[in-house]
């Protein structure tokens, strides 16, 4: 069985998701500044949108993260 894909029914890539998940997980910011920051890019998203990305996604890029770290301290 084929895994579905999460960002299918998204019009916004799946690059700009992860991007503003990871700025609002990784960085003491808030919604405002992640869409501030990424307005600064030329994305224009509501902090809205990143709100229902981040309870969407975030378990999912948090769990990547740790992951990540965990490898880089065993190397």
Known sequence: MAKRD?????????????????LYIGFP??????????HERGIDVSRE????????FGPKFASEIRKKRVE????
């Open 72 to 75: 880089r301290m065993r190397s």
């Open 6 to 22: 999460p960002f299918k029914y998204f019009k916004t890539s799946r690059e700009i998701i992860r991007l503003a998940v990871v």
């Open 49 to 56: 949108s990143v709100r229902f990305w981040w309870q969407r």
């Open 29 to 38: 910011l808030s919604l405002r500044n992640v869409e501030d920051l990424l």
